[in-house]
């Protein structure tokens, strides 16, 4: 297992366009996260699944953003009609539900630049 | 709902010397973990070291420890004989499990100089 993924690196988009991020996490975790990271700051918390299950989502997650796992293994992150505050990196983790202790396995992250 | 404050924006030590990064947290929650997190220029976030609340001794990882105070809500990380590598972003961060979520600081930037 090569760890989480994500998928692209980066992305350059025109405002007002649809954009859409996909993560693999490892394998034999059930449950999945996804955060944003502006410049300079920490990682905020925008919604977590456990299997398909979505079961948290942050109040920074607008109705132009939607997330999916539809067979509780990889994940998709939406976002429609851009906006240039969407600019961030977009960061997936994955965890085993069983053992709270170990934090999570963060991907490489999507740089999302919207112009 | 919890919070995780890191006061140092950036801290810088030289190599082979000790550093230590704060950090405090609010929380009403007497189970929870506590983590600090590595994040290099452009590359992943790594775990460094965890401390789970209901244990008094503190965490150590090889040059990486804790001083882990839960009645002041305090979790600081000592660095000890810095290398160059260890230049990062260095993250606070409380798991909460009811909602599971990871709850971050503001963050440290460590330079580390030769």
């Known amino acids: 297992d090569t760890g989480v993924s994500q998928d692209p690196r980066h992305k350059i988009t025109k405002r007002g366009q649809n954009v859409t991020f996909r993560c693999d996490p490892i394998?034999?975790?059930?449950?999945l996260y996804w955060y944003r990271q502006t410049l300079g700051q920490g990682p905020e918390f925008l919604t977590y699944f456990q299997n398909e299950a979505q079961l948290e989502k942050s109040r920074l997650l607008s109705d132009r953003f939607s997330a999916e796992r539809p067979k509780g293994s990889f994940s998709t992150l939406e976002i429609q009609r851009t906006e240039q505050g969407d600019s961030a990196m977009y960061l997936c983790a994955s965890s085993s539900g069983q053992d709270s202790s170990y934090g999570y396995t963060f991907g490489s992250g999507t740089r999302l630049t919207v112009v | 709902a919890q919070t995780v404050t890191q006061s140092q924006p950036e801290m810088s030590v030289q190599e082979a010397e000790t550093v230590t990064l704060s950090c405090t947290y609010d929380t009403s929650e007497s189970d929870y973990y506590l983590f600090w997190y590595k994040q290099p220029p452009s590359r992943q976030m790594i775990l460094v070291i965890r401390?789970?609340?209901?244990?008094?001794q503190n965490a150590t990882e090889n040059r990486f420890s804790v001083n882990f105070q839960k009645a002041a809500k305090s979790f600081s990380l000592k660095i000890s004989d810095s290398q160059l590598g260890d230049a990062a972003m260095y993250f606070c961060a409380y798991r909460s499990l009811a909602p599971d979520k990871l709850i971050f600081g503001t963050g440290t930037r460590l330079q580390v100089f030769p």
């Open positions: 401390q789970e609340a209901y244990k008094q």
């Open positions: 394998s034999e975790h059930n449950r």
